[in-house]
C-alpha cells in the first residue's frame, strides 16, 4: 500500500508527467546530454564513458583554437590562453558536511527525538575529538520551524538547539523544497518563458510568506519560509532545496538575487540530486554527467562541488568518481567502503546525512506526501513508521557510525575533517579570487577569445582560478567603463533567456563600445539580453566577446576602429545541457556555472 499522494515528488523525485518549467527532451537529446559536442577533439567526447566507466574529461592542454576574427584585426595580435596543465594531487585532503533536512510538522514526538538525541550525541562526540571540527547544521523547512517554535514552552526544544548553537556544534540552514505544498505553490504557476520579475515575484512570495501547513497557500505575507529560520534561530548559513519547478532544483538569478535580499552573503547550496526516480534516469544523468564533466578540468576540481547561480553547490555524490556517502544508519563498514575510494588526487567536500526522517518512518513513504494528501489527519499511521526495535537500531547505527568516523578523522592527520558553511565557502575562495587585477583580467580575456569556437566557452581562466560568463563579462564592463571591480566575483548574474539563438558576424565602432561601458551596462546585478551599442543592438554574448576584444587590444596600445565580432551561438554548450535537464533557455544560470576550485 503506498500513501496517497505518492505519485508526486519528493526533494529530486522527478515530476510524474508535463509540468509548466519542465520540457521534457525528445529522445534525440539523449545523445546530445552523453556527448558535449563543442570543442570536440580526437579521442572519447566530453563526458562519454570511458574504460572505467566514469565519463571523459578532456586533458586540459587539448584546446580548441580560437574563431576568426581573433587575431589580425587592424594590427591586433591575439595573445595566447593561460596554459592549462593537470595533475595528480597527492595526499589532498577531503571534507565532509553533515547536515539535516527535517521534512516532517506533523509527527512531532517522533521528529522532535531527532534533535534531542543527535544534539546529545554531536556533544559527545565533538568533546571526544575537539580536533575534528564537528558542526552540525540543521536544514528547516519553514513549516517544520514554525512547528517547533510553537512547542517550544512545551519542550524547551528550541533553547537546546540554540544552546547547541552558541557551543559552535550547530548551525541552521533552510531547506524549501518540501515546504506546503507540492501542488499549492507560486512555481508551479510559471511557464519556461516566464519572465525575470514573475520568477522573482514567485520565489520571494515562496522563501517569506507562512503558509498553510497541510494545504498550503499564503496565510500571511510574511514570516514563513527562510523568515520562520531566521526570526528564532538567527543566522542561515545554507539555503538549499529552491527551485524554479517542482523536482528540478536551478533557482536561477531571480531565485538567487530573492535569497539574497534576506540573507546578503550567502554562498552555499546544494548541487544535483541523485535520489529517487533521479538516479534512474539515464537521460537525467547522463546531462549531469556531461556537465559535471565540463566543471571538473583539473585535480584541484571535483565533481561533488561546482559554482552555480551565485553560489558554491555541494551535490549529493561525486558522480563522475564514484564517491557517495550513505546514510550513518548503514553502519561504519558502508562508512569506510566509501571513504577508502579517496586516494588523496584531488580533494572533496562530500554531503553527509544524518537525523533523515527514514530514522522513524518507512524509506517507502514520507511525513510531508502523507499529510498534504491527508489534510485532516496528517499524521503518519503506524504501518508507515518504523518498528520501534528498527528505529532503535537505526539510532544506536547512527551513533557508532559517528564516532567512529570522528575516530577516523583524528587519525587521519588533516586528511580528512569536518566542515561548516563558512568552511566550505573558504576552502574555494580567497582574497585573490574575489580580486582580480589587470594582469588576470588579461588572461581571462585571452582565454575567452582563444576558447570561443562557434560557441562561447563555458567559463573563463585566468592562469589559476576558473570564474563565470557573467564575472567575466562584469569585469570586462566595469575596466572599459573606468570603474573598480570590487564586489563583483559570484554577484552579478547573466542574461535571463536567450532571445536570439545564434547572432551573424559583424562589428561594432570602438568608441561606440566605450562609451557603451561608461554609461553602465549592469543594472540591480543583473545583465540585459541585449544593449544598444551605436545603431546596433548586440546581444550580451556578442558584447562579451567585443569587449574582451577591445580589452586586450588597448592592453596591447592597438587604436581600433572597430571590433570585429564573429557569427555565434547565443549560449555556451552548457545551455544546451541544462535544456535537457529541464531549464529551458536558462542563460543566466548557464553563464553563472564554473569549475570549483580548491584555493591553494
Given at each position: 500500500?503506498?500513501?496517497?499522494?505518492?505519485?508526486?515528488?519528493?526533494?529530486?523525485?522527478?515530476?510524474?508527467?508535463?509540468?509548466?518549467?519542465?520540457?521534457?527532451?525528445?529522445?534525440?537529446?539523449?545523445?546530445?546530454?552523453?556527448?558535449?559536442?563543442?570543442?570536440?577533439?580526437?579521442?572519447?567526447?566530453?563526458?562519454?564513458?570511458?574504460?572505467?566507466?566514469?565519463?571523459?574529461?578532456?586533458?586540459?592542454?587539448?584546446?580548441?583554437a580560437g574563431t576568426e576574427p581573433a587575431s589580425g584585426h587592424e594590427g591586433f595580435v591575439l595573445p595566447p590562453a593561460p596554459t592549462l596543465t593537470d595533475h595528480a594531487l597527492s595526499d589532498a585532503?577531503?571534507?565532509?558536511?553533515?547536515?539535516?533536512?527535517?521534512?516532517?510538522?506533523?509527527?512531532?514526538?517522533?521528529?522532535?527525538?531527532?534533535?534531542?538525541?543527535?544534539?546529545?550525541?554531536?556533544?559527545?562526540?565533538?568533546?571526544?575529538?575537539?580536533?575534528?571540527?564537528?558542526?552540525?547544521?540543521?536544514?528547516?523547512?519553514?513549516?517544520?520551524?514554525?512547528?517547533?517554535?510553537?512547542?517550544?514552552?512545551?519542550?524547551?526544544?528550541?533553547?537546546?538547539?540554540?544552546?547547541?548553537?552558541?557551543?559552535?556544534?550547530?548551525?541552521?540552514?533552510?531547506?524549501?523544497?518540501?515546504d506546503p505544498t507540492y501542488l499549492n505553490r507560486p512555481q508551479n504557476e510559471l511557464r519556461p518563458d516566464s519572465s525575470f520579475d514573475e520568477v522573482h515575484d514567485a520565489m520571494w512570495t515562496w522563501i517569506t510568506c507562512r503558509k498553510d501547513v497541510t494545504r498550503g497557500g499564503c496565510v500571511e505575507e510574511r514570516g514563513g519560509g527562510l523568515e520562520a529560520i531566521s526570526n528564532p534561530f538567527?543566522?542561515?548559513?545554507?539555503?538549499?532545496?529552491?527551485?524554479?519547478?517542482?523536482?528540478?532544483?536551478?533557482?536561477?538569478?531571480?531565485?538567487?538575487?530573492?535569497?539574497?535580499?534576506?540573507?546578503?552573503?550567502?554562498?552555499?547550496?546544494?548541487?544535483?540530486?541523485?535520489?529517487?526516480?533521479?538516479?534512474?534516469?539515464?537521460?537525467?544523468?547522463?546531462?549531469?554527467?556531461?556537465?559535471?564533466?565540463?566543471?571538473?578540468?583539473?585535480?584541484?576540481?571535483?565533481?561533488?562541488?561546482?559554482?552555480?547561480?551565485?553560489?558554491?553547490?555541494?551535490?549529493?555524490?561525486?558522480?563522475?568518481?564514484?564517491?557517495?556517502?550513505?546514510?550513518?544508519?548503514?553502519?561504519?563498514?558502508?562508512?569506510?567502503?566509501?571513504?577508502?575510494?579517496?586516494?588523496?588526487?584531488?580533494?572533496?567536500?562530500?554531503?553527509?546525512?544524518?537525523?533523515?526522517?527514514?530514522?522513524?518512518?518507512?524509506?517507502?513513504?514520507?511525513?510531508?506526501?502523507?499529510?498534504?494528501?491527508?489534510?485532516?489527519?496528517?499524521?503518519?499511521?503506524?504501518?508507515?513508521?518504523?518498528?520501534?526495535?528498527?528505529?532503535?537500531?537505526?539510532?544506536?547505527?547512527?551513533?557508532?557510525?559517528?564516532?567512529?568516523?570522528?575516530?577516523?578523522?583524528?587519525?587521519?592527520?588533516?586528511?580528512?575533517?569536518?566542515?561548516?558553511?563558512?568552511?566550505?565557502?573558504?576552502?574555494?575562495?580567497?582574497?585573490?579570487?574575489?580580486?582580480?587585477?589587470?594582469?588576470?583580467?588579461?588572461?581571462?580575456?585571452?582565454?575567452?577569445?582563444?576558447?570561443?569556437?562557434?560557441?562561447?566557452?563555458?567559463?573563463?581562466?585566468?592562469?589559476?582560478?576558473?570564474?563565470?560568463?557573467?564575472?567575466?563579462?562584469?569585469?570586462?564592463?566595469?575596466?572599459?567603463?573606468?570603474?573598480?571591480?570590487?564586489?563583483?566575483?559570484?554577484?552579478?548574474?547573466?542574461?535571463?533567456?536567450?532571445?536570439?539563438?545564434?547572432?551573424?558576424?559583424?562589428?561594432?565602432?570602438?568608441?561606440?563600445?566605450?562609451?557603451?561601458?561608461?554609461?553602465?551596462?549592469?543594472?540591480?546585478?543583473?545583465?540585459?539580453?541585449?544593449?544598444?551599442?551605436?545603431?546596433?543592438?548586440?546581444?550580451?554574448?556578442?558584447?562579451?566577446?567585443?569587449?574582451?576584444?577591445?580589452?586586450?587590444?588597448?592592453?596591447?596600445?592597438?587604436?581600433?576602429?572597430?571590433?570585429?565580432?564573429?557569427?555565434?551561438?547565443?549560449?555556451?554548450?552548457?545551455?544546451?545541457?541544462?535544456?535537457?535537464?529541464?531549464?529551458?533557455?536558462?542563460?543566466?544560470?548557464?553563464?553563472?556555472?564554473?569549475?570549483?576550485?580548491?584555493?591553494?
Open positions: 500500500m503506498s500513501p496517497a499522494g505518492a505519485d508526486r515528488t519528493e526533494e529530486g523525485y522527478g515530476w510524474k508527467g508535463p509540468h509548466p518549467m519542465t520540457v521534457r527532451p525528445p529522445a534525440v537529446f539523449v545523445a546530445l546530454a552523453l556527448v558535449v559536442t563543442a570543442c570536440s577533439t580526437s579521442g572519447p567526447s566530453e563526458g562519454t564513458a570511458t574504460d572505467d566507466g566514469l565519463p571523459f574529461r578532456r586533458p586540459p592542454a587539448s584546446q580548441p585532503p577531503s571534507y565532509i558536511f553533515l547536515f539535516t533536512h527535517t521534512e516532517d510538522p506533523f509527527n512531532h514526538e517522533l521528529s522532535e527525538e531527532r534533535y534531542w538525541r543527535v544534539g546529545d550525541l554531536v556533544e559527545e562526540v565533538a568533546a571526544a575529538h575537539p580536533d575534528v571540527g564537528l558542526v552540525w547544521t540543521i536544514e528547516f523547512q519553514g513549516s517544520d520551524a514554525e512547528t517547533v517554535t510553537q512547542r517550544n514552552p512545551e519542550t524547551g526544544l528550541v533553547d537546546r538547539l540554540l544552546a547547541l548553537r552558541d557551543e559552535g556544534l550547530v548551525q541552521f540552514g533552510y531547506h524549501a523544497y518540501h538567527g543566522q542561515v548559513t545554507i539555503v538549499t532545496g529552491l527551485g524554479v519547478s517542482l523536482g528540478f532544483q536551478v533557482e536561477r538569478s531571480a531565485g538567487a538575487l530573492a535569497v539574497r535580499e534576506l540573507v546578503p552573503d550567502r554562498m552555499l547550496a546544494f548541487g544535483f540530486p541523485d535520489h529517487g526516480d533521479l538516479a534512474v534516469d539515464r537521460t537525467y544523468t547522463a546531462a549531469r554527467d556531461a556537465l559535471l564533466a565540463l566543471l571538473t578540468p583539473t585535480h584541484e576540481t571535483s565533481s561533488s562541488t561546482f559554482w552555480m547561480d551565485g553560489s558554491i553547490r555541494i551535490n549529493d555524490s561525486a558522480p563522475l568518481d564514484d564517491v557517495n556517502l550513505s546514510p550513518l544508519y548503514d553502519g561504519p563498514d558502508a562508512l569506510d567502503a566509501a571513504l577508502d575510494s579517496l586516494d588523496g588526487s584531488r580533494s572533496f567536500v562530500l554531503n553527509q546525512g544524518i537525523a533523515d526522517k527514514f530514522l522513524y518512518t518507512l524509506e517507502t513513504t514520507s511525513p510531508t506526501k502523507w499529510g498534504y494528501a491527508h489534510p485532516d489527519a496528517p499524521e503518519l499511521p503506524p504501518e508507515y513508521r518504523q518498528p520501534a526495535s528498527e528505529r532503535e537500531r537505526r539510532y544506536r547505527t547512527t551513533a557508532e557510525t559517528l564516532r567512529h568516523l570522528a575516530e577516523r578523522m583524528d587519525s587521519s592527520g588533516g586528511a580528512l575533517r569536518f566542515v561548516d558553511a563558512a568552511d566550505v565557502v573558504g576552502l574555494f575562495t580567497s582574497e585573490d579570487y574575489w580580486n582580480v587585477d589587470d594582469d588576470e583580467l588579461d588572461q581571462m580575456a585571452a582565454w575567452l577569445l582563444n576558447n570561443w569556437t562557434d560557441t562561447p566557452p563555458a567559463w573563463t581562466y585566468d592562469g589559476e582560478d576558473f570564474y563565470s560568463l557573467a564575472d567575466t563579462f562584469a569585469l570586462l564592463a566595469a575596466r572599459a567603463g573606468g570603474e573598480t571591480a570590487d564586489d563583483i566575483v559570484s554577484r552579478i548574474h547573466g542574461p535571463w533567456t536567450v532571445t536570439r539563438t545564434t547572432t551573424a558576424a559583424t562589428s561594432v565602432a570602438a568608441d561606440d563600445l566605450t562609451l557603451a561601458a561608461q554609461d553602465g551596462l549592469i543594472s540591480s546585478s543583473r545583465i540585459s539580453e541585449s544593449y544598444r551599442v551605436g545603431s546596433q543592438e548586440l546581444t550580451a554574448t556578442q558584447l562579451l566577446y567585443a569587449l574582451a576584444y577591445l580589452r586586450l587590444a588597448d592592453r596591447q596600445g592597438v587604436d581600433l576602429r572597430t571590433v570585429p565580432i564573429p557569427a555565434t551561438a547565443t549560449g555556451p554548450e552548457t545551455l544546451e545541457l541544462l535544456n535537457t535537464l529541464g531549464c529551458t533557455d536558462c542563460l543566466d544560470t548557464a553563464w553563472s556555472l564554473k569549475p570549483a576550485r580548491f584555493q591553494d
